[in-house]
């Protein structure tokens, strides 16, 4: 029986956030009703390689999503948020800390009939909306038990399930917080300082995603 279907959350464009994380390029776009910066969003920052949402990282669906990155050196799609949206959502990983194969084949509530059956729009959306409820495991390297272990005190206050609550922190958590028995930051901090640079450069948000990105950026 298919339930009611609601909007995924990764799809929704949110204007708080948005001017949150990229307050430091906005100028006067800053200032503007919500509904007018989603239009600017669309016409400007989705062009510049913003993400929409806390949910979707753009640039890690661009690094690693080749479709997305012909579609996009073509002229096809705007941004690899729009690419995703489309066609993408199917198949992509829209984040480095969550795997569309990884849940979709662990898990038999999410695959492909059940997940069209219960009306989610794919794994993700049911990641966010179900399985992170119930403390379940959207990619190798985030572990919510392990995560919910470690976080800080003030992550913990967060009323929210374990991905949702990461989610909500400073992106650069990860070089200090072990958020599964696959990865310990401190130990790969000091055993490749070149990845740390990277970090405090800007290239990357932390080393964790430096990691997946430079080494293993397929296989999860």
């Known amino acids: 029986m298919t339930v009611a279907q609601f909007p995924p959350l990764w799809q929704a464009f949110d204007p708080v956030w948005y001017r949150q994380e990229y307050k430091d390029v906005l100028g006067d776009a800053a200032t503007l ?3 007018d910066l989603a239009i600017w969003y669309q016409s400007q920052g989705a062009f510049s390689g913003h993400s929409p949402n806390r949910y979707f990282d753009e640039e890690w669906y661009r690094r690693n999503c080749r479709e997305a990155q012909e579609a996009l050196a073509s ?3 705007r941004s690899g948020f729009e690419h995703y949206c489309q066609i993408g959502f199917k198949t992509q990983s829209p984040h480095y ?3 569309e194969r990884y ?3 662990r898990f038999a509530d999410a695959n492909a009939q059940a997940l069209a059956s ?3 729009a794919n794994g993700y959306d049911h990641y966010l909306r179900v399985g992170d409820q119930e403390k379940r495991s959207g990619h190798l390297f985030f572990n919510p038990d392990v995560y919910l272990q470690n976080c ?3 992550a913990s206050d967060e009323p929210l399930p374990p991905f949702r609550q990461f989610l909500h922190t400073d992106r ?3 070089n200090h917080v072990v958020l599964s028995e696959h990865f310990n930051p401190e130990w790969y901090a000091r055993m490749n300082p070149n990845a ?3 970090v405090e450069y800007g290239y990357m948000p932390n080393v964790l995603y430096q990691f997946l990105a430079d080494f293993t950026p397929n296989g999860f």
């Open 33 to 35: 009703p919500d509904e």
């Open 75 to 77: 002229g096809q799609y």
């Open 97 to 99: 800390l969550f795997s």
């Open 103 to 105: 849940y979709t084949t």
């Open 118 to 120: 219960q009306g989610f």
């Open 152 to 154: 800080p005190a003030e």
């Open 172 to 174: 650069t958590l990860p």
């Open 196 to 198: 740390v640079m990277m």
